[in-house]
């Protein structure tokens, strides 16, 4: 079966790092996606990891290790705009494939 | 400037109705997803489409529809056989080249059933 966890809900202070964990078991692997999701809306595309490795991108890096299953995303200098949920993904095929999701992360910044 | 199109983005339904949800993209892309989420759940796949003419079932299809007559369009029925069909509906499509093959989300579509 197809299994992806992350916490459920993670606080922290504006200005400070947080690092969202993601562990994963499944059939295949051709990729990790780490999606934002604020209330209501659409996710949106955040990085992506095939190798193992980190893959900075401004505020946000995130971080692969396959033989492991796990993946973290890390998040800087927090700002109150990221309060929202973050979602961890794979996909377990080859080619133009449907990802699987994990429940999310919700997180709240506070002052 | 191109995306992905969902309408409506709220709809209410009596129990016993069948609903459509209409999902459009102008990019081009060669896959196209139905995913649904309920609060605390995630997303879950309810259908997808690689190519025009093709579908497959998701993990969660029982109750819902879809057709991909044409590259842009992908609707997705939710019959009256679905029966806890309140959520929120994603559609997304992915472009099928070389690469991540990043899945970009439409807006969303709110269903209620009263």
């Known amino acids: 079966g197809q299994n992806i966890d992350q916490p459920t809900e993670m606080t922290a202070t504006e200005g400070a790092i947080v690092q969202i964990n993601c562990t994963y078991q499944?059939?295949?692997?051709?990729?990790l996606f780490w999606y934002q999701q604020h209330a209501g809306e659409a996710p949106t595309f955040l990085s992506y990891n095939v190798l193992d490795g980190l893959e900075e991108k401004g505020r946000f890096s995130s971080f692969l290790s396959r033989s492991k299953g796990y993946s973290y995303l890390l998040l800087k200098e927090l700002q109150m705009k990221d309060s929202a949920s973050y979602l961890c993904a794979v996909r377990d095929q080859t080619g133009n494939t449907p990802l699987v999701f994990g429940k999310g992360t919700r997180l709240s910044v506070i002052a | 400037d191109g995306g992905i199109t969902q309408s409506p983005k709220y709809l209410f339904r009596k129990e016993g109705q069948n609903v459509t949800l209409s999902c459009e993209q102008n990019l081009n892309h060669d896959a196209m997803y139905w995913y649904r989420q309920d609060p605390g759940q995630g997303l879950r796949l309810i259908y997808y489409?690689?190519?025009?003419?093709?579908?497959q079932k998701g993990d969660i299809a029982e109750g819902y529809s879809v057709s991909r007559e044409k590259k842009e369009s992908f609707p997705l029925t939710v019959t009256s056989a679905q029966k806890n069909p309140t959520a929120f509906y994603l559609c997304a499509s992915s472009y099928g080249g070389s690469g991540a093959n990043v899945l970009t989300f439409g807006a969303g579509s709110r269903l209620t059933v009263l």
């Open positions: 499944t059939s295949g692997f051709n990729g």
């Open positions: 489409s690689q190519i025009v003419n093709d579908f």
